[in-house]
């Protein structure tokens, strides 16, 4: 893998949704991406074992020898992040996918993550800080990291799932849903039929790819001349992510390597 490639990790698969978002943003740019499949689900578990992870996920990445890292992962960027302070330049997913939120809200916004995001208060704090007028409701919905690294991201399953979920929301009038998981965006056909035309889903990564291009040129970290180009790693590999990883990212040919991170 190139030296000097974006580092990127997320629990799983959900996280290519950001690598997608940086290869059209920034298609100069080489990327390396951790998914820590072997410890998959982050959101269930506490700040203090999301944040090991973190850290450890964030020093593979940089003994790898990335020159900036992106938290493509919304648990650990809500519980982790203001905890750690990483020698290279690091973003997460929870501030871009607020501030796209706030622009886009008539004023009354949904919020679903996974249980640990939620309890975090991580996006009601940062939608908040952005406009206080906005009414904002959250929900976790612990069961759509698993069905989508099932691969069941249109089954008639996930969508009564997601009725269930989403009912308290569309019912209380949100005008705005946020995806506060990476994985959600692989359930926007079934989103969208849940929640109707009205309703306008946000998701994160495009926004972070932005924010990412605007750091890199500050800090004069662009991509050289050197031909880019992608790694895919896990801590545990199964079919079903292969295939995902290569449906999220078009290429079913991604080098992808089983690691170790402990």
């Not at 996920?57 to 302070?85: D, Q």
């Not at 965006?185 to 972070?208: I, M, N, Y």
Request: charged letters at 25%.
């Amino acid at each position: 893998m190139t030296v000097d490639a974006i580092g990127v990790f997320d629990s799983g698969v959900g996280g290519l949704t950001v690598v997608s978002a940086l290869r059209r943003r920034l298609p100069r740019e080489s990327i390396l991406y951790l998914g820590d499949t072997a410890r998959l689900p982050y959101g269930s578990k506490s700040e203090d074992t999301v944040t090991r992870y973190t850290r450890r996920n964030i020093e593979f990445l940089m003994e790898r020898g990335v020159k900036a890292v992106v938290v493509a992962c919304n648990t650990a960027s809500a519980l982790a992040l203001p905890h750690l302070r990483p020698d290279v330049p690091t973003w997460g997913v929870i501030e871009p996918g607020a501030r796209k939120a706030a622009a886009v809200s008539r004023g009354r916004i949904g919020v679903i993550a996974t249980e640990a995001t939620t309890r975090s208060d991580a996006y009601p704090r940062a939608l908040r800080a952005l406009r206080p007028d906005l009414e904002i409701l959250t929900k976790a919905c612990p069961l759509f990291v698993p069905l989508v690294e099932e691969g069941w991201h249109d089954d008639p399953v996930t969508e009564e799932v997601a009725e269930r979920y989403l009912r308290p929301l569309l019912d209380a009038g949100i005008d705005t849903l946020v995806l506060g998981c990476t994985h959600y965006p692989l359930l926007v056909p079934v989103l969208e039929r849940v929640a109707g035309p009205d309703v306008a889903l946000v998701d994160s990564a495009e926004a972070v790819a932005e924010v990412v291009a605007a750091g890199l040129a500050e800090l004069g970290l662009e991509a050289g001349e050197h031909p880019p180009a992608s790694h895919l790693c896990v801590t545990d590999a199964g079919e079903s992510f292969h295939r995902l990883a290569g449906r999220i990212l078009q290429d079913p040919h991604v080098p992808l390597e089983w690691v170790e991170v402990t």
